[in-house]
């Protein structure tokens, strides 16, 4: 392998990538180097690696940097790190790209612009790594599984107040979101009134209720989940759906005759751990497979790309799959940036402020990268959200699924 050309070859399939950030490190310690005691086993001024003749810092024919001075430990770790994510210079050149110019790092790279960004599948896991070590940290509720939690008058008005203000964040919702909303609003403020009407209990008599509820809660879920052993019970009529009081909310099972017994059984199983730690098990199941479903939803993507732009010459998979790795990576870096920002804007504005970026992120791809014009650019955010749409939904009822079934352990 010989040209000029080479390296830049190398870095696009990944091979160099480290290696040109080695050099542009070594060039910067000229001033600190500690040479080694052990010798490069080819002639001085050809690689250590290949023995090729080099004619610069970086070997061009298998991009390892021609340096052998004794590095500080630090820089062991530093590798690591950089093999992992990417740190040095490429990141902090791609994020802003990335963030604030739609499409010019995509384009970009399918145009052979490269060595200067992070590799699209490194840039996403990126992403995902830290959205997913910041998502882990955030604690959804639940408890042990000997305190269940009780409402006792100062958590009522605490509610009661957070239903207040929730009400009044509904304004910043889009109208489609803004009904089940406020239905959801509605029917916790019925329960808190329920509540606040009842005499208060002593602290044994709250454990005690909570600790009946949820017992027949989970008795409830095993006799629709496992009618047969419930041999007792008055079977439901053809065609009636199994229904499951959930302290105010009812879940519906569908016909679950058709579903082996011992998947039912493990279903059941899940859901006993989920009540009984109240939720905590089901979120860290979530909270596992969400990664692995998101990843699984990006050749998916990339197929909906290549469906409609199956007339265009000289587009491959691939074009769409980078595409793809780009914009899921923005995603995640969005999430990210308007979490921190939903702290001084609330969440209803933070909730308009992603689908407003995040579709005009999308507009701007087919306009930059795929050179359509506005209308048809337009037209096309529109369809792959709703399509888009379906199939996180699809996706959040196949993680919910797996949770449950997860949860038992």
């Given at each position: 392998?010989?040209?000029?050309?080479?390296?830049?070859?190398?870095?696009?399939?990944g091979?160099?990538?480290?290696?040109?950030?080695?050099?542009?490190?070594?060039?910067?310690?000229?001033?600190?180097?500690?040479?080694?005691?052990?010798?490069?086993?080819?002639?001085?001024?050809?690689?250590?690696?290949?023995?090729?003749?080099?004619?610069?810092?970086?070997?061009?024919?298998?991009?390892?940097?021609?340096d052998?001075?004794?590095?500080?430990?630090?820089?062991?770790?530093?590798?690591?790190?950089?093999?992992?994510?990417?740190?040095?210079?490429?990141?902090?050149?791609?994020?802003?790209?990335?963030?604030?110019?739609?499409?010019a790092?995509?384009?970009?790279?399918?145009?052979?612009v490269?060595?200067r960004?992070?590799?699209?599948?490194r840039?996403?896991?990126?992403?995902?790594?830290?959205?997913?070590?910041?998502?882990?940290?955030?604690?959804?509720?639940?408890?042990?599984?000997?305190?269940?939690?009780?409402?006792?008058?100062?958590?009522?008005?605490?509610?009661?107040?957070?239903?207040?203000?929730?009400?009044?964040?509904?304004?910043?919702l889009?109208?489609?979101?803004?009904?089940?909303?406020?239905?959801?609003?509605?029917?916790?403020?019925?329960?808190?009134?329920?509540?606040?009407e009842?005499?208060?209990?002593?602290?044994?008599?709250?454990?005690?209720?909570?600790?009946?509820?949820?017992?027949?809660?989970?008795?409830?879920?095993?006799?629709?989940?496992?009618?047969?052993?419930?041999?007792?019970?008055?079977p439901?009529?053809?065609?009636?759906v199994?229904?499951?009081d959930m302290?105010?909310?009812?879940?519906?099972?569908?016909?679950?005759?058709g579903?082996?017994?011992?998947?039912?059984?493990?279903?059941?199983?899940?859901?006993?751990?989920?009540?009984?730690?109240?939720?905590?098990?089901?979120?860290?199941?979530?909270?596992?497979?969400?990664?692995?479903?998101?990843?699984?939803?990006l050749p998916?993507?990339?197929?909906?790309?290549?469906?409609?732009?199956?007339?265009k010459?000289?587009?491959?998979?691939?074009?769409?799959?980078?595409?793809?790795l780009?914009?899921?990576?923005?995603?995640?870096?969005?999430?990210?940036?308007?979490g921190?920002?939903?702290?001084?804007?609330?969440?209803?504005?933070?909730?308009?402020?992603?689908?407003?970026?995040?579709?005009?992120?999308?507009?701007?791809?087919?306009?930059?990268?795929?050179?359509?014009?506005?209308?048809?650019?337009?037209?096309?955010?529109?369809?792959?959200?709703?399509?888009?749409?379906?199939?996180?939904?699809?996706?959040?009822?196949?993680?919910?699924?797996?949770?449950?079934?997860?949860?038992?352990?």
């Open positions: 392998m010989s040209g000029g050309d080479t390296v830049t070859d190398a870095v696009i399939g091979a160099a990538e480290g290696g040109v950030g080695d050099a542009i490190h070594a060039s910067k310690r000229k001033k600190n180097q500690h040479f080694s005691m052990f010798k490069s086993p080819t002639p001085d001024g050809d690689c250590s690696n290949c023995g090729t003749r080099l004619s610069g810092p970086v070997c061009h024919s298998c991009g390892q940097t021609s052998t001075f004794h590095r500080p430990v630090w820089d062991l770790f530093m590798d690591v790190v950089d093999g992992l994510l990417g740190l040095e210079g490429r990141l902090w050149r791609t994020l802003p790209a990335l963030m604030f110019r739609p499409g790092v995509t384009k970009a790279y399918l145009s052979g490269r060595a960004y992070v590799m699209p599948f840039l996403y896991l990126t992403a995902s790594l830290v959205f997913f070590l910041a998502f882990s940290m955030v604690n959804a509720g639940g408890g042990d599984d000997a305190t269940p939690v009780v409402m006792d008058e100062a958590a009522i008005e605490a509610s009661q107040a957070g239903l207040e203000e929730a009400r009044e964040d509904l304004e910043a889009p109208p489609a979101l803004r009904g089940p909303a406020l239905a959801g609003i509605e029917n916790a403020e019925a329960n808190l009134a329920e509540a606040a009842e005499e208060p209990l002593t602290d044994e008599e709250m454990l005690q209720r909570a600790l009946e509820d949820r017992e027949g809660m989970k008795d409830n879920i095993r006799r629709a989940l496992l009618p047969e052993d419930y041999p007792d019970e008055e439901a009529a053809e065609g009636e199994e229904t499951v302290d105010g909310w009812t879940m519906s099972f569908g016909d679950v005759s579903m082996p017994y011992w998947a039912r059984e493990r279903l059941a199983d899940g859901a006993d751990r989920i009540v009984d730690t109240q939720g905590e098990a089901l979120w860290n199941a979530m909270k596992t497979w969400a990664p692995r479903l998101l990843f699984a939803l998916i993507y990339a197929l909906f790309l290549a469906v409609t732009h199956f007339y010459k000289g587009l491959f998979f691939y074009d769409h799959l980078v595409v793809s780009h914009f899921h990576a923005f995603l995640f870096f969005q999430f990210l940036l308007l921190v920002i939903s702290l001084a804007i609330g969440p209803g504005w933070a909730i308009l402020a992603f689908l407003l970026w995040s579709n005009y992120y999308l507009y701007r791809i087919h306009r930059s990268v795929y050179d359509h014009g506005r209308i048809s650019s337009f037209l096309r955010t529109l369809f792959l959200d709703f399509i888009y749409m379906i199939v996180l939904t699809f996706g959040f009822v196949i993680l919910l699924f797996i949770g449950v079934f997860t949860a038992a352990g």
